[in-house]
């Protein structure tokens, strides 16, 4: 089993800088991707970006690009999310999903809880 949970949310003030950590523990050998998406109230959860094992497979979403990286641990432990030049657009409670491959060689999506980035204008 695999466990993720997020930290480092925080407020802010527009062009701040925050960075977000995502912790996976148990099985994290089956870890194929760790991927921060992101829930702003009254708006669809939105993808922000993933990291593939050994770093492989960085991608962002629209709104990430060019303010956002990415970055990790090549051995799924952990990832990160640096976010700078916050505007108040970007809050939302920021969520880390990790990818993993099962024992019968499913795929499955384990969710964290969850952190608060607030950006104030």
């Known amino acids: 089993q695999v466990q993720v949970v997020e930290s480092g949310g925080d407020f802010v003030q527009t062009a701040d800088s925050l960075r977000l950590s995502c912790a996976a523990s148990?099985?994290?050998?089956?870890?194929?991707?760790l991927v921060w998406f992101r829930k702003a109230p009254g708006k669809d959860r939105e993808f922000v970006a993933s990291?593939?094992?050994?770093?492989?497979?960085?991608t962002y979403g629209p709104s990430a690009q060019g303010r956002f990286t990415i970055s990790g641990d090549g051995s799924m432990n952990a990832v990160y999310l640096q976010m700078n030049d916050l505007i108040p657009g970007d809050t939302a409670i920021y969520v880390c999903s990790a990818r993993a491959i099962n024992v019968d060689r499913t795929e499955s999506n384990v969710w964290g809880p969850g952190t608060q980035g607030t950006v104030s204008s």
């Open positions: 990291f593939g094992r050994d770093g492989h497979g960085i």
């Open positions: 148990g099985h994290t050998n089956c870890i194929l991707n």
